[in-house]
DNA sequence: GTCTATAGTTCGATAGAC
DNA sequence: GTCTATCGAACTATAGAC
């Protein structure tokens, strides 16, 4: 019944998008404002009225360039995931291709370089509230959840944690799996912006700042070489790791 | 207005915790009912309704045992965090007040004791969306999110941010800070139980079951390591991490 | 493309009977 | 304590004028 309008509008933004560069202003508004709001509160806690008032638009124009918040919610990732893990993959593959020595730190200089190093001027305007998201996406539960994380950020975990392999030969599959996801969970502290590091006595930064890079990469580097040639990574079967392992 | 219903069954419930340990079948099951679905739909995505019906209760009976949705959500962490919090501190002061020597490992391992060795019988059932909710709580901007923290889970922070410097003197406080939250990040990824981990390639365990404890200790445990002396740990004053340092 | 107006649903909370 | 019934507000989405 509305499809009509949403697939000539999706069809149309696309023509926009890779024509020419115009932003399309009211739309983009649109998208920054669905990233904010979105960023802030979540899915659920996020509303087309909040998004549209954040936007400077009236409510059913929301709804006629995205047709739905589901849809809205996606475009959201679509814009940012595409161009962070292009230039990630890229990244990859040039420590790979030229120079043989690559280190556990270059792969997660790579895997967690800051996204201010990827988006610039106005792209770069909501991008911790946009890491705030990722992050609440990658607990999640729900369909939703699975959905976005599966579509956008899976292949590019893959990615690092064939990479970790590369680097660290002697680790297994399995252990390179959890190394990498207890990696990304470090990073998603340090890059919350909730306040709470500072509360516990870690000064803050400024406001576009991430909280140290370099102490997370060294931190993680360390966690995973520690995971390395650990029970039974070589040949010793499963013997302590079965017990004590609960909620 | 309705505070006379509330105070009154506040101050009720007070009684019949303290002097009988009688679960009143419907108080709990609301509790219950609140943990398991605040667990997998976050504040905003719950609904009283919801709540209600996974109790198998009136919608009504909610509000007068609990009198708004955001104290019945404060309730679920006054019931859990107490008991966590009070395991947790005890172990640490058993562990600093008897033998000496203690190391990173015991200060983690007590910190990331699962909750499953801290309840029992039916008060374990929920325990891994609420260990999902804690994490979604400790990452969130938002006020609700904010006094949660703080109110239950920050003094227990800062013991275990205290220990960390007992047991890694050359550790400065920001680094500690630091080290605490990204081991609780690694943790965070640890317990989710999204499925992500099995499809990136690590094996799942059982329904109860957390993944590869002891791993996770063993890659924080070298993590907070790696931390110590580190730029200006050692009076080397803030040089190189002040750059490059952003989202 | 953009708006106003509104249909249709779901929400938190309360009133009041038992 | 527990229920049914309902109010008023907020929500997603659509219709239709411009």
Partial sequence: MRSERAKKASAKSGVIQEADQAPS??????????????GEHGYAG????????????????????????????EAVFERRSSKINQYRGKLLDDLFSSGRSATVEDVLTIA??????????EDADNLALYVQLVATISLGSDERSRRVREKYYDPIAERVIDALHTVL???????ATW???????????????NGRAARLGAPERTSKSIAHYEQLVRFAAAGVRALVGTTRDTASKSSTVKRKERV
């Fill in 25 to 38: 202003s009211r739309v983009s508004a649109i998208l920054n404002a669905a990233e904010r709001v979105f």
């Fill in 179 to 193: 190394a990498y996801l207890f990696s990304v969970g470090a990073r998603q502290q340090a890059h919350a912006l």
């Fill in 112 to 121: 967690f370089t800051p996204l201010s190093k990827i988006f610039h001027g």
């Fill in 46 to 73: 996020a509303s087309m009225r909040n998004i549209a008032e954040e936007a400077g638009v009236a409510q059913a124009l929301v709804h006629y360039h995205y047709a739905s918040k589901d849809k809205l919610f």
């Fill in 169 to 175: 030969p002697g680790i297994s599959h399995e252990h």
